[in-house]
């Protein structure tokens, strides 16, 4: 893998682990295009979802910071024997229902884990997968606008979410966008329901890169690719930043039916090109 390769890698995952295109589709298309195995990049994957990461933290390092706070101050809570207190604390609520959404994106990558192993490099199941995508996307722009914030949330609109969410380790369904239709449906505001689903892809990208990490240090590394991860993670983090910023002002302006054209023509293009090649 030269720099060409990681660049192009690198900024394919920041963009379209936030916007609503499948990072997953997108880099499964690119390894079979460049002709690259799955093994030899292993670490490299892991280095890009880091990447990512970093993206969210960037963007919402204040939100971040009031919930690792907000634990300390729960435990507090709890230990003096005034409870969990979480209607009374909405940032508290808040870091339950990531908590509360992530259970059941976890059970279900836990679950059909060996499954999507077996599918994940099928262009004929990402393409299916993405025109599925693109109709979710272009229905969801017909739901109406609502202004329930974390505090009207509840627990069973969280637990929707996470599997909505729990969708997406199907390579050609959007993460993002699943998570993001998925808050719409439950009556979250839009921008609410944009920054609820970046926050509850934290642990779904740290659990993703924690599993693969073995594999990754199992498969080695090739010292001559050191540069260009290095480089292709940068990309990765910074198109991840404008990927998420981006992703605020479309939601909130209603376009993301905009999406659904774009993952229709490339799902029906791999979808011609796997019956052909």
């Known amino acids: ?18 916007l609503p295109i499948s990072s997953s589709g997108h880099l499964a298309l690119l390894e079979n295009l460049f002709e690259i195995k799955e093994e030899s990049v292993l670490f490299f994957a892991v280095l890009l979802h880091i990447g990512t990461l970093l993206s969210i933290f960037i963007v919402y390092h204040e939100d971040i910071y009031a919930l690792i706070k907000e634990l300390g101050l729960l435990f507090k809570d709890i230990f003096s024997g005034k409870g969990l207190r979480i209607e009374e604390r909405p940032i508290r ?6 908590i509360v959404s ?3 994106t976890a059970i279900m990558g836990l679950l059909f884990s060996n499954f999507i192993d077996k599918v994940f490099g099928s262009l004929i199941v990402i393409s299916i997968c993405w025109i599925i995508t693109g109709f979710v996307l272009f229905f969801s722009e017909k739901l109406k606008s609502n202004s329930k ?19 997406a380790i199907m390579p050609g369904i959007s993460r993002s966008g699943s998570t993001i239709v998925g808050s719409l449906v439950t009556g979250l505001k839009r921008e609410f329901a944009v920054e609820f689903a970046f926050l509850i892809s934290i642990p779904a ?7 693969e990490f073995p594999k990754a240090i ?14 292709g993670f940068l990309v990765a983090a910074i198109s991840g930043y404008f990927a998420i910023t981006t992703m605020i002002r479309i939601v909130s302006k209603h376009k993301m039916i905009y999406f659904s054209y774009y993952v ?3 799902g029906l293009g791999t979808f011609i090109y796997s019956i052909l090649f």
């Open 1 to 18: 893998m030269g720099y060409i390769e990681a660049i192009v890698l690198g900024l394919v995952q920041g963009l379209s682990e936030f």
């Open 93 to 98: 609520k808040l870091g339950i229902m990531i």
């Open 102 to 104: 992530s259970i059941p």
């Open 149 to 167: 914030e974390i505090e009207g949330m509840k627990y069973r609109n969280a637990i929707f979410i996470g599997i909505c969410q729990g969708l």
């Open 205 to 211: 990208i740290l659990g993703s890169a924690i599993l």
């Open 218 to 231: 199992k498969a080695g590394i090739d010292p001559s690719t050191i540069g260009p991860m290095i480089v």
């Open 264 to 266: 229709w023509v490339i």
